[in-house]
């Protein structure tokens, strides 16, 4: 499977997370938005391997109902993928709307996500999750 083919089919399963772990390679790295873990937000910080990811998928389940998701456009070789788009989210706590564009860079190694990082308006996320 190629790696932009890689990268589609786990975004399309991140739903679920048993489905979504199967194409996580046992020495992933996942960088939600910001590499060290933070008061500021949860989410924040490195997941490494298949249960540091599935402690990721987990926390976004359980904290976001996904509206909608638009994938703009990728570009890949052999095994690195940059993707863009956008997507809403509701914050379960506090019924407010997370929207965003985002960008992905990921490579991916033996078929699986090996490096996943994220980038995303972070102002727009925190203020989704504030309880005012």
């Known amino acids: 499977m190629k790696a932009n083919q890689v990268l589609l089919s786990y975004m399309e399963r991140m739903r679920e997370v048993e489905p979504a772990l199967e ?31 599935r402690t990721l998928l987990s926390k976004l389940q359980r904290e976001l109902e996904p509206q909608e998701v638009k994938l703009h456009r990728m570009l890949a070789d052999e095994g690195t993928v940059f993707a ?3 997507f809403r989210h509701r914050v379960r706590s506090t ?4 929207a965003s564009s985002w960008a992905a860079a990921c490579e991916v190694e033996d078929g699986k996500i090996k490096y996943f990082r994220v980038f995303e308006d972070t102002g727009a996320l925190e203020a989704a999750f504030r309880k005012e």
Do not use: L, Q
């Open 23 to 53: 194409y996580v390679h046992p020495e992933a790295i996942f960088i939600a938005a910001c590499e060290h873990e933070s008061e500021r937000h949860p989410f924040y910080g490195t997941y490494r391997g298949v249960e540091g990811v």
């Open 95 to 98: 019924g407010r709307i997370f």
């Open 84 to 86: 863009w788009g956008e």
